[in-house]
């Protein structure tokens, strides 16, 4: 049955192309109405205000449980971190003992004691994290700070101020904002 269906659309869209090639080689099928696809509606609105603070808690809270509870998702996501987060620094240029020395002192940074401000994971371990973070919460916030180490920032302590709530005109999901939408500050919790 299902192929006789598909056989008739694909009968129909011939004789389309068959009458008018032009409108159908320059159409895009997606836009046009059909009775098995039901009409997607787009908003204009900013995604920060399609899903404000409380209904993006919700969201990250629920992909957080997939990840734990779900094993098809939480396979997929530890593959997905094994071929994309592994990164090797090697320096590539024309001076050997240059190349040499600058990768001892990235590796000496890399150390959980020189690159991770609680000292708990190394830099590739906080690229493994960086990236879990971004595919699951859909961002990460991270902060170098004077002395060269990094802090991770889950996307959900950055929200806005207690006394502007979740909706204000210059802030903006944890972010201050000017009049023309370059970010001033971030409020972190």
């Known amino acids: 049955m299902a192929e006789i269906k598909l056989f008739k659309r694909a009968a129909n869209a011939f004789r389309a192309f068959a009458a008018d090639p032009a409108r159908v080689a320059l ?10 696809r039901r009409p997607v509606y ?11 603070a409380s209904k993006r808690r919700v969201l990250i809270s629920d992909a957080r449980d ?23 620094f090697h320096a590539d240029t024309p001076n050997r003992e240059f190349n040499r020395a600058l990768e001892r002192r990235v590796d000496l940074w890399k150390r959980r004691e020189n690159c991770d401000v609680a000292r708990r994971s190394n830099f590739d371990e906080l690229i493994t994290l960086i990236e879990s973070h971004r595919a699951t919460d859909g961002d990460v916030g991270v902060l170098k700070l004077a002395d060269g180490r990094l802090q ?7 929200k806005n101020p207690a006394e502007t709530g979740d909706y204000s005109e210059n802030w903006v999901q944890g972010v201050e904002l000017d009049d023309v939408g370059r970010a001033l500050n971030y409020s972190i919790w």
């Open 152 to 158: 991770v920032i889950e996307s959900d302590r950055i």
């Open 27 to 36: 159409s895009y099928e997606a836009v046009e109405p059909s009775p098995t």
């Open 42 to 52: 787009v908003s204009n609105r900013s995604e920060d205000y399609e899903l404000p």
């Open 66 to 88: 997939q990840q734990r509870n779900f094993t098809i998702a939480g396979f997929a996501l530890r593959k997905h971190l094994q071929f994309v987060s592994y990164y090797r």
